[in-house]
């Protein structure tokens, strides 16, 4: 995407990072356009789970600036970006086992819209928002499990039910670490079909090591190696990068 920062609804500038003589991010330059998937690949130990915590706030920021929609948010908490649109995906801690998977969204669109009404309020209290806990259900492809207990869920819909609950935090921008990780194939196909349909009026960073759900998901990557931006652009660009090739085989090909 071209144009200037007003299309960008993300961005970091001279992003640092350092642990006492450890530079884990060094000038980290990101740039996420409106509406896009945007994915942060590299090798083990790249940065990419550091940027991640200084871009929402779990980590302090050593040098440089985050600018999300438009204000610079650098020195906000972690809650405050996550209540403005800037959502990672455990950030809602709103997986409970022993609940369904209505009452996990439901509970999970509480935080959103009633923060200040008590969790144990009346059913009747919390009904008002159970067509659209459901809805949220549906179009991640969980409606038949609404009433099931979240315990009961393999692995890669529990995935599915946690892209739910962050929806329902109404995300201007959704982090997603590592979404496939453990995942086989049929779980994978899944994910990636939910992470393209919640990309929809939204965009969405991504940590992932599964290059082939980067290729078809992505609008633009980003390639870390030793915590800097090592080049940027679509998947086919830098895929084909020399560097990117010896920063994650070793060698140049």
């Known amino acids: 995407m071209t144009g200037g920062s ?7 500038r001279g992003m640092c990072k350092s642990f006492g003589g450890f530079q884990a991010v060094e000038g980290v330059n990101l740039h996420v356009a409106q509406g896009t998937i945007h994915a942060m690949v590299g090798p083990n130990g790249a940065g990419k789970t550091t940027c991640f915590n200084l871009i929402t706030r779990f980590l302090d920021v050593s040098k440089g600036q985050i600018i999300f929609d438009g204000k610079d948010v650098t020195k906000r908490g972690a809650s405050h970006v996550a209540k403005d649109g800037l959502v990672r995906s455990f950030q809602i801690s709103a997986i409970f086992p022993d609940m369904t998977l209505i009452e996990n969204v439901r509970f999970a669109l509480q935080q959103r819209r009633m923060p200040a009404m008590n969790f144990w309020g009346s059913a009747a209290r919390l009904s008002v928002l159970e067509d659209e806990a459901m809805q949220l259900i549906e179009h991640v492809g969980l409606g038949a499990y609404a009433n099931q207990r979240a315990a009961t869920l393999p692995y890669g819909r529990k995935r599915a039910l946690e892209i739910a609950t962050t929806l329902a935090m109404e995300p201007k921008v959704m982090l997603l670490d590592e979404p496939t990780a ?3 194939h049929e779980d994978i196909e899944r994910i990636t079909e939910v992470i393209r349909k919640a990309a929809v009026g939204r965009s969405v960073l991504m940590v992932e090591h599964n290059l082939r759900v980067v290729s078809e998901l992505s609008d633009r990557v980003t390639v870390l190696a030793r915590g800097q931006v090592l080049t940027e652009g679509s ?15 070793g060698t140049a090909a």
């Open 6 to 12: 007003q299309n960008y609804i993300l961005e970091t």
């Open 182 to 184: 453990g995942m086989g």
């Open 235 to 249: 998947y086919a660009e830098v895929a084909d990068d020399p560097r990117v090739k010896e920063a994650y085989l």
